[in-house]
């Protein structure tokens, strides 16, 4: 039985390492009510939690949880000092505390940036980490650690940006924001606006060629036909004794 529940949970960490960038190590905001489920079941939170992750750990939680606990006296002091062990993430709640379970979707935000897994045994705070897109939930049943499968909302949310999207939403904000503080947006639409310049093509390789030089000496067909003509009117005719005449003072024939 812990071999088949390993299995699962490697594959279902290997689905958000893959689609929503989670790296070791994990960081996993606790609340009362896991600690106080793990004082009584007796589960070593700190130890049992990496190996049931198979990798490094950052167990966590906010102001807000603590002072929770503080409020409901000495039935979950147990929890408390299980907690105050572990990382305190700054929340916006610091002078004006609030529930814990809305402390805890708070640090998620919108597309859970800092890939937080979530251990509850809350139910109202699991049904909300179910409809987030994204977030990993723990919690404890049976005397185990156990982490749920993929929401619904997790997985029909890879399904679309495999079906046709190449960047999800979260990676086009991050571009979107990262052009608005270099200003490029406003380039691009000027760019858009201008029309395209045809690429020049390759010369033609027969203008390429180096042209024939003239060699000197050699007559071309034009001149050698202009010389026989010009010979042709120099010519001389022998007269009766033996001398030649030019053409031009020989006697007309009668």
Not at 78 to 96: E, P, W, Y
């Amino acid at each position: 039985m812990k071999i088949k529940r390993q299995k699962q949970a490697k594959k279902t960490i290997s689905f958000y390492k893959y689609n929503f960038g989670f790296r070791e190590p994990f960081q996993i905001l606790l609340d009362g009510t896991f600690c106080q489920a793990a004082l009584k079941n007796k589960i070593q939170i700190k130890e049992q939690m990496p190996k049931y992750l198979m990798g490094e750990v950052q167990l966590c939680t906010t102001n807000c949880v603590l002072k929770e606990l503080e409020s409901l006296g000495k039935e979950l002091y147990g929890a408390k000092i299980v907690l105050q062990r572990f990382q305190t993430r700054h929340c916006s709640h610091f002078k004006d505390p609030v529930p814990a379970s809305q402390c805890l979707i708070s640090m998620l935000e919108e597309t859970n940036p800092h890939h937080y897994f979530i251990a509850t045994q809350d139910k109202e705070l699991t049904e909300a980490v179910k409809k987030a897109v994204g977030v990993p939930l723990l919690y404890i049943i049976l005397n185990t650690i156990v982490l749920d499968k993929p929401s619904p909302c997790s997985v029909a949310h890879v399904q679309a940006v495999q079906a046709g999207q190449l960047v999800t939403p979260e990676q086009h904000k991050s571009i979107h924001s990262m052009k608005e503080e270099k200003g490029l947006l406003g380039c691009e639409a000027e760019i858009r606006g201008k029309k395209r310049k045809r690429k020049s093509g390759n010369p033609n390789p027969l203008s390429c060629l180096k042209k024939k030089k003239k060699q000197p000496g050699v007559p071309t067909p034009k001149r050698a036909d202009e010389e026989k003509k010009k010979r042709s009117r120099n010519r001389r005719r022998k007269a009766g004794g033996g001398e030649t005449v030019p053409l031009q003072d020989r006697p007309d024939r009668e």
